[in-house]
C-alpha cells in the first residue's frame, strides 16, 4: 500500500478529475445559449467535486478534510443532476451520458469509503483502546 503524500495521489481525485474534463467534452455540444446555464452550472459543479477534495486534504484535519468530502459528495449529486436534466431536456443523449454517470457512481462509493474512514477514531500510539 503506497504512501498518500498528496491529494493527487488519491484515485479518487483523480477520478474526479475525469469527472471534470468529461463534463467539458460534454458541454462543447451545448447550444451557445446554454453558456451562462446549464453549462456553467454543470462545468462548476463538476470541478468542486475534485477541488473539495483537493482543499479538504491540504486543511490538515479530519475534521475539515471530511467537512469538505461531504461538500464534494453533494457536488457530486449536483453534477449528477444536471447531466440527467441535460438528458431530459434534449441537450445530450443517454449514451452521452452514461459514461458520466458511472464515473459519477464509482466516485461516489469512493467519497463514502473515505468519508467513514475519515470519521473513525484514529488509533493510539499504543494501539486500540480497550474500554
Not at 462548476?44 to 464534494?72: L, M, P, Q
Amino acid at each position: 500500500m503506497s504512501v498518500i503524500q498528496s491529494y493527487r495521489d488519491l484515485i479518487v481525485w483523480q477520478k474526479s478529475m475525469e469527472l471534470a474534463a468529461e463534463a467539458y467534452r460534454i458541454t462543447k455540444s451545448f447550444p451557445r445559449e446554454e453558456q451562462y446555464r446549464l453549462t456553467s452550472q454543470l462545468l462548476r459543479a463538476s470541478t468542486s467535486v475534485a477541488a473539495n477534495i483537493a482543499e479538504g486534504h491540504g486543511r490538515g484535519t479530519r475534521k475539515d478534510y471530511a467537512r469538505f468530502i461531504r461538500i464534494s459528495r453533494g457536488s457530486l449529486s449536483e453534477t449528477e443532476t444536471l447531466v440527467m436534466l441535460a438528458v431530459k431536456v434534449g441537450l445530450m443523449e443517454d449514451t452521452q451520458a452514461k459514461m458520466a454517470q458511472q464515473l459519477a457512481t464509482e466516485i461516489g462509493r469512493m467519497l463514502n469509503s473515505l468519508l467513514t474512514r475519515l470519521q473513525q477514531e484514529p488509533l493510539s500510539r499504543d494501539g486500540p483502546d480497550e474500554r
